[in-house]
């Protein structure tokens, strides 16, 4: 019986880089890789033609004082990433051996170590401290030799914006006779809760901040200027949405457990007053903490961010989170609700806001989906960034606490160089070539092959010819192994 394959497609010239998981390529001893320029591809021409004029590596030597050069560098500045990746952080590791005043492990102190490789190996950092009473803050000079190591560097404090359950706003509450204006109700006049229900940080309950509220805009935005008076560069804002996520409205989160009351109308709020009232919010938080202070803005996927009028909320921002992006924690995801990810992520950075593309991490009952998940959104990653400032990240496993920093996987370091043209879409893959490799993600439910005109090998150092076959929901980041 002869087993049917999929339909190959032809891809010229890759010299390129893999995030798939072991396993997803296939090389075909039969088919003799041809050497020298590479053809044109039908999917990208102008990348193909650019990518065979290259004759070395991204950051290779060019000549005896080029490399003299590197070698006196070499000494005093850390050695730049070879990658195409600007890498996002969003926890410090915990001191398993201690518990705070509610019982919970607190944030530690870095090492010299840690904070150098953090520098080298991350352009934007989120030094989350929120349920972490006596968690350690980065340090003013920790924070400037950081920035020394990496001039890109930019360094932001967390914060929540619906709830009041923060440390810095945690004896705020509905009941102490003082704050009740600054939170909302429902319809019966109860205080809504902003969680889904879980326990907190601290036993007590999140009540849901009003963002119409001017004492609240007032004690917000002091917070990120206290931020920056401690030397970090702004703050990342969560649970920042372009519509009411309460119960009942048509829209992917549910923050809210009930839908709050307009204090200002008497009535339900509206999504459009809902988007009003935090951009308000938000200016005013920009107002107090400074011009030049960086707001990140956190809560929106990128089906949100296309459908709900989240590029409003991204005016008001200097980069924009992309939540559960391009995966679940659970499974693969809709080649639809993949798209949107991608589209909203090269959306933002064309308009010139900074994006960030933040993975999922993998659900407790299936930590070993960690890597692929993180494989497979990378990927995407580097299909979508466009234009100005482009991140990514990975939240860790659930129930898992932060640990060590352990060195970025290969394929996050592989060197691609930059992109030599946008992403392009044929026979049910998503291709973009780099200067140096080329990257293909299959987002659809069944296997496609791919003709290699050469020869590759991945990140690892797994060498591949002939043919590829990118299964479903996977990805191929291929390096070649020169002209």
């Given amino acids: 019986m002869r087993v049917r394959r999929p339909p190959a497609i032809a891809i010229a010239a890759l010299l390129v880089v893999i995030t798939t998981g ?16 590479p053809p044109q591809s039908a999917i990208e021409p102008e990348g193909a033609q650019a990518f065979a004029a290259r004759a070395v590596r991204p950051g290779a030597a060019t000549s005896a004082a080029g490399a003299a050069t590197e070698a006196s560098n070499a000494a005093t500045t850390p050695i730049a990433r070879p990658g195409a990746a600007s890498l996002f952080l969003d926890h410090r590791a915990v001191d398993p051996y201690a518990l705070d005043r509610n019982g919970n492990a607190p944030r530690r102190a870095l090492t010299a170590d840690e904070l150098r490789r953090i520098a080298d190996e991350y352009d934007l950092v989120e030094d989350d401290l929120r349920g972490q009473p006596d968690g350690v803050a980065l340090e003013a000079a920790e ?35 003082n704050h009740e204006s600054w939170f909302l109700r429902d319809a019966a006049g109860d205080y809504v809760r902003a ?15 009003d963002p119409a509220n ?41 923050v809210l457990q009930a839908h709050p009351i307009n204090a200002a109308t008497g009535a339900p709020y509206t999504d459009e007053e809902w988007r009003g009232d935090v951009l308000a919010l938000l200016a005013k938080v920009r107002e107090i903490a400074g011009p030049d202070t960086f707001l990140a803005i956190d809560g929106m996927t990128g089906s949100d961010y296309l459908s709900a009028r989240g590029d409003t909320m991204a005016e008001a921002a200097d980069a924009v989170v992309l939540r559960s992006f391009a995966a679940s924690r659970i499974g693969p995801i809709p080649a639809a609700r993949w798209l949107d990810d991608v ?23 299936a930590p070993e989906r960690q890597e692929r ?11 979508a960034r466009e234009g100005g400032a482009a991140y990514y990240g990975q939240a860790a496993p659930e129930s898992v606490a932060p640990g060590g920093y352990a060195l970025q996987p290969s394929y ?20 973009r070539l780099y200067e140096c490799g080329v ?19 991945t990140p690892d150092g797994v060498a591949v010819a002939g043919r590829v076959t990118v299964a479903a929901h996977h990805a191929v980041i291929l390096v070649g192994d020169g002209l």
Avoid: C
């Fill in 143 to 177: 924070m400037d030799e950081m920035r020394r190591i990496n001039p890109r560097l930019k360094i932001v404090r967390s914060l929540w914006t619906l709830s009041s359950n923060d440390v810095p706003l945690a004896g705020i509450e509905p009941g102490d006779n």
């Fill in 214 to 254: 001017v004492n609240v805009r007032l004690a917000l935005g002091s917070q990120v200027r206290l931020f920056r008076r401690m030397g970090y560069d702004g703050a990342l804002l969560d649970d920042v949405l372009p519509y009411v996520a309460a119960p009942g409205t048509p829209h992917a989160r549910t």
């Fill in 343 to 365: 589209n909203a992520a090269e959306e933002i950075a064309m308009s010139g806001k900074a994006v960030v593309m933040y993975a999922p991490g993998a659900a407790a009952e």
């Fill in 373 to 383: 998940i993180d494989r497979y959104a990378f990927a995407t990653y580097l299909l």
């Fill in 439 to 457: 990257v293909i993600v299959n987002a659809d439910d069944t296997s496609h092959q791919v003709e290699l005109p050469g020869r590759y090998h």
């Fill in 412 to 431: 996050r370091m592989a060197a691609l160089g930059s992109p030599t043209g946008r992403r392009h879409e044929s026979g049910g893959l998503h291709v």
């Fill in 22 to 37: 072991g396993g997803y390529f296939i090389s075909e001893p039969g088919s003799a890789p041809r050497r020298g320029v």
């Fill in 195 to 209: 969680s889904d229900g879980g326990a907190t940080w601290n036993g007590r309950v999140n009540y849901a901040l």
